[in-house]
Structures are given as C-alpha cells and as structure tokens.
C-alpha cells in the first residue's frame, strides 16, 4: 500500500508545474503537419508528426490560435507559394502547454517560411537531378518544333480562364492565320494534377503524327498548389511525350520543372498564343521575302531576254537592210549596164544607118545634076568600056528637068 | 494575102541588097532613083524604130527606180 498517493488532477498539475518550471517559453521545431483543421471559431486545430522510414515516430497535438492564424496563414501562401495542409514539413515556433483536463498540445505562435522555401528547393533540386540522371531534362526541347506549328493539342481545363484567352486570341488573330486545335480536358491542379495530364500527354504521344505541338495551360486562379507542375510524374510525362510540349502554367514565382523539361515556356496561355502567332508571321514573312526574292530575279531575267531580243531584231533588220541595199545596188548596176548595152547598141544601129543614107547619097545622081552637070547614058545604061556608042549611035543626055536624044558623030581618047 | 508587117532585120537586109545593087552600078537612072527612094524610106523607118526603142527602154528602166 503506497504511502502517499494524488489525485489525477494533483499530479496533472504536477506535470504541469514541472513543466514550466523546466521548459523554455518556447521551442522552434521541425515537424511534418500530419492534420489540419481550421474551425468554425478560427482556430486552427493540428497534428504534428516526424517520420523515418517505418512510420511515425513522434506525434502530439498542436493549435494556432485566431488571432495568430488570421495574418499567419496568408502570410505563409504569399511566401511560399503553398498553403499550410497536410504534408508539409514546417519549422515552427512552440510553446509546450498542458492542460490538466486536455492534456499535452504546442500551441503553435510562428513559422519560418525559408525553413519550407529550402525544403522545397531541396525536393525539386532532387526531382531535377532525378531527371538529368535518366537523360530526361532535355529530351523534349531535341525534338523540332516545326516551322509552322499548325496542328496544336491543348491539355487544359475547361473551366480555365487562360484557355478562353489561348482561344481568343489564337482564333482571332489579326492575321487571319487558322490553327488546328484539339483540346484534351485534365485536371490542372491538385494532387491528382500529374497523373492527369500524364495520361492525357500519353494519349496525344499515341497520334504523334497529327500534332505540331502540344500546349499545357493553367492560366488564372491561384497561384498555390502548383507542386504539380514539380513532380517527376508530370515532368517524366513530358519528357517522353514525341511531340514539343509548350507550357503556359501561367505562375509569377520561379520556373516549375513542367516548365523547365518543356520544349519551349512561355509564362501565360496568352504568351503561348503569341508564339505560336509569331511562328506563323515568321515564316509568311520569309514566304514572303523568297516571293519577293523570286520575282525580281525573273524580272531581271525575262528584261535580260527581252533585252537580248531587242537586239537580235535589230541585228536581223540591219542585216536586212544591208542585204536589200546589195540587192538594190546589183539591181541599180544591172540597170546601168542594160541601158549602156541598149544606148550603144542602138548608136551602132545609128551609124550604119548614117554611113548607108551617105552612101546612097554619093550614089544619088539628083544633087549633080541640080548644079548643072548632065548624065548620058547607053541603051539605059552609064556610058562605060563595056557599053560604048559608035558614031552613029543616039545617046541620052539627062539634065534636072530634061532628057536630051544626041547622035554621036565622033569619039575620041581623052588619054 | 497580107502584106508582111515590116520588120529592122528585113529593112536592114533590104537596104544592104540595094546597097550592093547600086554599088555594082548596073542599074538604069531611073532604077536608081527607084532604089535611093526606097532605101531612103528604109533609112527613115529604122531612124524611128530606133527611136522608139530607146524610149521604150528608157521607161520600162525608169520605172523600176519608181
């Protein structure tokens, strides 16, 4: 039988003397959040935990009261990016308290939100390694985007504001340019995020041919809960996706890992619309510049040939012309030599005619006897050797005008 | 029958028949003046048709130059 016994509530009290008498005003501590739960009246109500690699090795309550919950909350999303929830693992201020009817809790005053920032970059540093080590980081950005990426799948939500925006503005772009978009729904945030869009990057993998392109929106919303877009799952998905994946989570903090293994980032679905957009003008200006290229360079030839022509033909006229001029020479001379031929032909034909008509005029007895010599003649005939008259004979003495009949009466020589 | 149209070859022949004829000088006076007559005419007609051929020649010529 002990000598000595407590009540419960004296040795409550007990512990809870010895507890302040030994313990610090408060502790900064590393623990997991194993449970969360705000209530009605604004507390927040949680368990604390830390594990190895069998499981939970330590576990006591803790709270955080109104009043602190209020500006600690916001505060710790804005700094971090994540909210408070199950899972994380926080450096907080405690302060160790125990209650004889409630027992031992911490009520929690502070958390170090650079302590969740490190551990953070220490998992994705990991993620990343994980990838580099498995020649995953850059398999996507060595498969060629093509020139004009045309033929575009989406993984989005339905609901995502970015998407209406992505639309908008691909759909309305000022240069009328047409682009062929198939839309894969995922879910875009939350735990179930990766396996999500895993599988919707899977199933455009299986009609690789038919996509120039796949873009992965977010776009809006909140800027927690993008842990997705860190985990291997997704960032493996992506990787190992045969088409270009262009990202457009659309988060103000540093790159996720999506954005870093994608083939091309682009910070909003807006900006993703653009690029696509400046592909397009790109390559119509380079349409563009080869058109203008190819037509002044069959200008310049066909004004060549032109030129070219120009002068065959004048070449051809000069030579036809020179060729009619020869030909109007040959003609002019030939000409020439005929009249030559007819003018001293016929003026050979004048000075027979000349000699015959003087001729015939030496003959013409008619001249001799108008100066008044006579002409006798014989039996008709000219009086010579061989018709000579005998004394006694009659000859006829012709004048201009009369024809004399004399008898011959003697004939001497005139030798 | 016709009488045969006059051409240069025959009066031209003609006028060297009389022409030898009276160089022979056996002819009567009044033969001779028969024959210097005719050949005259002769003489005359070839002047013409000379003539004649030469502006014809001339034309058709000039009228190629046109």
Redesign the interface.
């Known amino acids: 039988m002990p000598t000595e016994s407590f009540s419960l509530r004296e040795l409550n009290l007990l512990i809870r003397q010895t507890l302040d008498a030994h313990l610090e005003p408060s502790y900064w501590v590393v623990a997991e959040i194993g449970e969360l739960r705000p209530n009605q009246k604004g507390h927040c109500y949680l368990e604390l935990v830390e594990k190895d690699d069998t499981g939970i090795v330590a576990k006591i309550r803790g709270n955080i009261w109104s009043y602190t919950w209020r500006n600690l909350a916001p505060w710790f999303e804005a700094m971090t990016g994540q909210t408070l929830k199950s899972g994380l693992k926080i450096l907080c201020q405690v302060t160790v308290q125990f209650h004889e009817l409630y027992g031992i809790s911490l009520t929690i005053k502070d958390i170090d939100a650079n302590y969740t920032l490190g551990e953070r970059a220490r998992i994705r540093q990991e993620v990343i390694q994980r990838l580099k080590d498995e020649y995953l980081f850059d398999l996507n950005k060595e498969i060629p985007l093509p020139l004009v990426p045309q033929r575009v799948a989406v993984i989005s939500s339905p609901t995502a504001a970015g998407y209406e925006d992505f639309l908008n503005q691909l759909q309305h772009n000022r240069y009328g340019y047409r682009f062929d978009i198939r839309f894969f729904k995922a879910i875009m945030q939350g735990d179930e995020a990766p396996s999500s869009i895993a599988s919707a990057l899977h199933y455009i993998g299986q009609d690789a041919p038919h996509f120039d392109a796949v873009v992965i929106l977010r776009g809006g919303g909140s800027q927690v809960d993008l842990d997705c877009f860190d985990t291997y799952e997704m960032a493996s998905a992506i990787a190992h996706c045969p088409v270009p994946v262009i990202t457009g989570i659309g988060h103000e903090r540093d790159e996720s890992i999506a954005d870093l293994v994608a083939h091309t980032r682009m910070k909003t679905p807006t900006a993703v619309a653009e690029f696509l957009i400046s592909g397009m003008v790109l390559f119509d200006e380079r349409m563009e510049m080869a058109y203008e290229q190819i037509r002044a360079e069959t200008t310049h030839i066909l004004s060549e040939e032109l030129h070219y022509l120009q002068q065959l033909a004048s070449g051809v006229q000069r030579i036809g012309h020179q060729h009619l001029h020869k030909k109007a020479m040959a003609l002019s001379k030939w000409e020439q030599t005929c009249r030559y031929l007819v003018s001293s032909h016929l003026e050979r034909q004048e000075n027979y005619l000349q000699l015959k008509e003087s001729t015939f005029r030496l003959l013409d007895p008619s001249a001799l006897l108008a100066r008044g010599y006579t002409l006798t003649t014989f039996k008709g005939r000219p009086l010579q050797i061989k018709n000579m008259p005998k004394p006694g004979d009659t000859i006829e003495t012709f004048t201009l005008t009369e024809k004399i009949h004399s008898k011959v009466e003697n004939i001497e020589s005139r030798k | 029958m016709a009488k045969k149209q006059l051409n240069y070859a025959d009066a ?1 022949a003609e ?1 060297e028949k ?2 030898a004829l ?2 022979k ?2 002819v ?2 009044d033969e ?2 028969a024959h ?1 007559k005719r ?2 005419v002769l ?1 005359q007609w ?2 013409g048709r ?1 003539r004649s ?2 502006e014809e ?2 034309n058709a ?1 000039d009228s ?2 046109e």
Request: aromatic share 0%; with cysteine.
């Open positions: 031209v006028i009389i022409s009276l160089e000088g056996d009567s006076v001779l003046t210097i050949a005259t003489i070839c002047r000379l051929t030469q020649i001339d010529l190629l130059e």
